[in-house]
């Protein structure tokens, strides 16, 4: 049973930062793919960030040029780099783990709170 582990969300003011990390049990060099998403309240889930295995990074477009998604792999984690926050950004933010392209893995959230 692979272990997804998130933390660093908090309050941030407007235009601030935050950088989330997600340490992971298993080896996340032999992940499909890892990911970030978030759930705002009243919304559904939805994709953020993400590394595929041997591809590119995509964000999602309401992110695109102020979050940045990165990965160590000799420390089998994920973080995500939030700049320029607003407060539409305000979700529990969710590690994502996808190994042999089916089976799938998620941390408890975390909570990013984005407010004057």
């Known amino acids: 049973q692979v272990q997804l582990v998130e933390s660093g969300g908090g309050l941030v003011q407007p235009g601030g930062s935050l950088k989330l990390s997600c340490v992971v049990s298993?080896?996340?060099?032999?992940?499909?793919?890892m990911g970030w998403y978030r759930q705002a309240p009243g919304k559904e889930r939805e994709l953020v960030a993400a590394?595929?295995?041997?591809?590119?990074?995509n964000y999602a477009d309401s992110v695109k040029g102020r979050f940045t998604i990165s990965r160590d792999d000799a420390k089998n984690t994920v973080y995500l780099q939030m700049n320029s926050l607003k407060p539409e950004d305000t979700a529990v933010y969710y590690c994502?783990?996808?190994?042999?392209?089916?089976?799938?893995?998620w941390g408890q959230g975390t909570q990013v709170t984005v407010s004057s």
């Open positions: 298993g080896s996340i060099s032999s992940a499909s793919r």
């Open positions: 590394i595929p295995s041997g591809g590119t990074t």
């Open positions: 994502n783990a996808v190994y042999l392209g089916i089976r799938e893995y």
